[in-house]
């Protein structure tokens, strides 16, 4: 029982903590979340808005996650390392009790989350670096 606690817990948590967040990028931008969710659908299908309200709002949207993504590009490198010292720490406390089934794997796990943390933020920005670009080259065709 105790378990089913802890998950609703975390999971309130977690929809709090996205929904502060979307609520803090709809502001940015200014749209509400729900278009704001359509807008990120958009991005992600390489979908160029055709009416200029609604890429002006994408215009500020793709800024905002760009901007983001670059702040947080400034502890990435702090955090991989992190990442790569818990996974020698592991190995290493495996390799002194003799049993590296456990710690390899927990290593090799580490590994594959950070190499995914890495591809998916490389996708995030390859998406939104090409609806700005998209952005601007529908800005210049149209009068």
Known sequence: MSWVLRSALYTGIGVAFTAVQRRRIGR???TDSRRLADLERKIRDREVPSDPAERAIM???????LRRMDRAG??????LGLMTLIAVGVLVLGAATGSLSLPMFCAVLLI???????????R??????????ALREQDERVP
Not at 59 to 65: I, P
Request: with cysteine; charged share 25%; hydrophobic share 40%.
């Open 124 to 133: 995030s920005m390859d998406r939104c670096r090409h609806m700005q670009s």
């Open 74 to 79: 400034r502890w990435l490198p702090y955090w």
């Open 59 to 65: 215009r500020r949207l793709v800024a905002e996650h």
């Open 112 to 122: 594959g989350i950070a190499w995914w943390t890495l591809w998916t933020r490389r």
């Open 28 to 30: 940015a931008t200014g």
